[in-house]
T-cell receptor, first 112, second 115 residues
Framework: GEDVEQSLFLSVREGDSSVINCTYT??????LYWYKQEPGAGLQLLTY?????DMKQDQRLTVLLNKKDKHLSLRIADTQTGDSAIYFCAVLIYNQGGKLIFGQGTELSVKP | KAGVTQTPRYLIKTRGQQVTLSCSPISGHRSVSWYQQTPGQGLQFLFE???????NKGNFPGRFSGRQFSNSRSEMNVSTLELGDSALYLC??????????????FGPGTRLTVT
């Protein structure tokens, strides 16, 4: 079945880079997303990558996709305290309609 | 452009009651999906609607149902509420269509508490 795995916690110092990793099982995934969730809030779409791409950069965010290993990563450059949140990796399974399969979320803690 | 809106934001219900949640997608988006978020199970797909038709369904009991209106607004209904239905219910909006997948944007969610 479809499964998405993430490590649960990451702690970094302000100004450092953060790298959040994700692995998935379904090779038919079309879009792969990163969402951010702050306490009491919904999911904010941060960035996404098509399955036919290897890398995407968007300001401080860099997404890397290794299709062979089914591994996705999100790098946040110059991490700030405002980046503290839970980050979800999600893969879109599309067959006449789409559904997202989410990882458990990685709680990022940024220390000043 | 306005984002995805969900109403109400908070609800408290008693076991056995039923509840209806509403979602208005981004203007021009025709696909609406619903997800349940709980601490134990994480984020799970409930169903997806496009052009008033359910296109996809997750593994939830029949107590969970939904519908979509001609203006793309969607409602989700849960009947005979159980304590385990307490969760954050999130709605996602996307363009949909037969052209293939597209970005999915989420609303702020409805926090349902069942007592």
């Amino acid at each position: 079945g479809e499964d998405v795995e993430q490590s649960l916690f990451l702690s970094v110092r302000e100004g450092d880079s953060s790298v959040i990793n994700c692995t998935y099982t379904d090779s038919s995934s079309t879009y792969l997303y990163w969402y951010k969730q702050e306490p009491g809030a919904g999911l904010q779409l941060l960035t996404y990558i098509f399955s036919n791409m290897d890398m995407k950069q968007d300001q401080r965010l860099t997404v890397l996709l290794n299709k062979k290993d089914k591994h996705l990563s999100l790098r946040i450059a110059d991490t700030q305290t405002g980046d503290s949140a839970i980050y979800f990796c999600a893969v879109l399974i599309y067959n006449q309609g789409g559904k997202l399969i989410f990882g458990q979320g990685t709680e990022l803690s940024v220390k000043p | 452009k306005a984002g995805v809106t969900q109403t109400p934001r908070y609800l408290i219900k008693t076991r056995g009651q039923q509840v209806t949640l509403s979602c208005s997608p981004i203007s021009g988006h025709r696909s609406v999906s619903w997800y349940q978020q709980t601490p134990g199970q994480g984020l799970q797909f409930l169903f997806e609607y496009f052009s008033e038709t359910q296109r996809n369904k997750g593994n939830f009991p029949g107590r969970f149902s939904g519908r979509q209106f001609s203006n793309s607004r969607s409602e989700m209904n849960v009947s005979t509420l159980e304590l385990g239905d307490s969760a954050l219910y999130l709605c996602a909006s996307s363009l949909g269509g037969t052209g293939g997948p597209s970005e999915q944007y989420f609303g702020p969610g409805t926090r349902l508490t069942v007592t």
